[in-house]
Each structure stands twice: as C-alpha cells, then as structure tokens.
C-alpha cells in the first residue's frame, strides 16, 4: 500500500482542571496522528503557550481564571496563523459566541472519544488549507511575542513590529497594531530576533521589513526612513553601517 503519510498535528489543552486536562490527554492518546505539544491552565498562559508551541490544535476550556477562554480565542484570532480552535466547555449558552471567534467546534463535557475524533479531523482539515494558503502569501512563517501588559498577555507578530524604543527600564514597541509597553530589554529582544529586528541606536531596534531607505540630515544625522510610517528614527554612526550593509543586501534584482 503506497501514500503520503498524514503528518503528526501538535496540540495544546488549555483548561483550569487539572482531571480535565488528563482526562482530554487520554483520549487523545487513543487517536492517532496527534500528539500534545503543552497544556495551560488559564487563558494568559494559552496564549504565551501558543507563542512558544505554535501548535496546530488549541483545545480549550471556557470559564478559566484570569482572562477566559473566550477572551483569548479572539486575541488568536488577530495572528496571521492562529490555531485552529476547538472549544471543550461544561457550558452550552457560549455556542453562538464561538462562531464568533471562527471556532472549528464546540464539545460539551464530558467530552466523547468519537466527537472529539472528529472535530479534530476537521480542525486539521481547517489548518492545513491556513498554512497552504500562508506558504503562497507571506515571505516566511510568522513568529510571534508574547508581551506581559496590564491588560493580561498580547501577542504581536515579528513581522508587524515596526520599531522598538527604550525608555528607562521599559521597551514600548511600535507596531501596526498599535504600540505596547512591555518589560523586554532590547539586547533580549535583538539576541532572540536577529533576522527580524536590527539595531540603529543604543535606544532602537528596528523591523528590517519597515526599513526604506537611510538618509542624512542637513545636520549630518543619519535617519532611518520607514515603509508606510511618517517617524524617521535617528541612527547612531556605529550602528548606520549595519543598515547601509542591510540595504545593499536586500535591494531588489
């Protein structure tokens, strides 16, 4: 018998219960073609865990501690490939809020092997046709950062960063969502991004997918022109160099 092998989806359970959780481990051990990536137990820790894993699969409770499961499917819902979501609840009356959030399923507890079975053929149905369809449109896969903000976890993606500022002891990235304050430093955020994020000052990282071109001044200051933004940000001459090189690198032709 000939074929193509069905790759092994990951998959993250995200639920308060502890039982809950190795009860969902279990059955998921009787099915194959899947396999548990990581498990989260309220909806700050699901979205710092699908940063991290960026798992296929996200199976996820409701009614958690903190920020709730419905909270956090529509922040996933803002990634460019978000997982896709299967919701595993006690709770019937949040079924129409789900479609909001483009669940793939809704299960009832206790959840049953077969419906669980099937939801996930579908939700892998549903991934596939996503990463099919971000292979033919984005220049590489989306990374995201996972950002602690008094408003729980916010998720940025790499590719949507435009500039990162020091400020004191706090690092506020700009970025096409908006801008977050967030307690990385940039020596951190550059040693982990170096493809995405390129230092120009000791106070600036920037997106190289925002950098346009770089200019001097009548003073002589050497500023970096961004892509669709009107802020040039200023360029120290030890690090203008590195963007000079940068340029020459990636011209078109």
């Not at 996820?60 to 609840?89: S, V």
């Not at 939700?123 to 008094?150: C, D, F, I, M, Y």
């Not at 990385?184 to 997106?207: C, D, F, M, W």
Request: glycine share 6%; net charge negative.
């Amino acid at each position: 018998m000939t074929g193509t092998a069905t790759p092994t989806l990951s998959i993250l359970i995200a639920d308060d219960e502890p039982l809950a959780r190795e009860r969902i481990r279990r059955l998921l051990e009787d099915l194959p073609g899947y396999r548990v990536s990581g498990e989260a137990a309220d909806g700050d820790s699901t979205l710092k865990q699908v940063a991290e894993l960026e798992p296929d699969i996200l199976l996820l409770d409701i009614r958690m501690p903190g920020l709730d499961g419905m909270e956090a499917a529509t922040r996933l819902q803002h990634l460019e490939h978000p997982p896709a979501i299967i919701f595993c609840t006690a709770y019937d009356h949040y079924a129409i809020q789900a479609f909001d959030v483009q669940a793939t399923a809704y299960l009832l507890k206790p959840v049953r092997k077969e419906a669980l079975a099937e939801a996930l053929a579908k939700a892998g149905r549903v991934n596939r046709v996503q990463r099919q369809k971000l292979t033919r449109t984005l220049p590489s896969q989306g990374e995201q950062l996972a950002v602690r903000t008094h408003r729980g976890t916010e998720l940025i993606e790499l590719n949507d960063i435009r500039f990162c500022e020091a400020d004191q002891k706090y690092v506020t990235i700009h970025h096409t969502g908006g801008e977050t304050v967030s307690d990385y430093t940039l020596k951190e955020l550059e040693a982990s991004y170096p493809e995405q994020l390129l230092r120009i000052h000791r106070n600036t990282l920037v997106g190289v997918r925002f950098i346009r071109a770089l200019e001097r001044t009548p003073e002589g200051q050497n500023v970096v022109v961004l892509r669709d933004h009107p802020q040039r940000l200023a360029a120290s001459r030890r690090h203008a160099a590195d963007v000079r090189q940068w340029l020459q690198d990636h011209q078109p032709g």
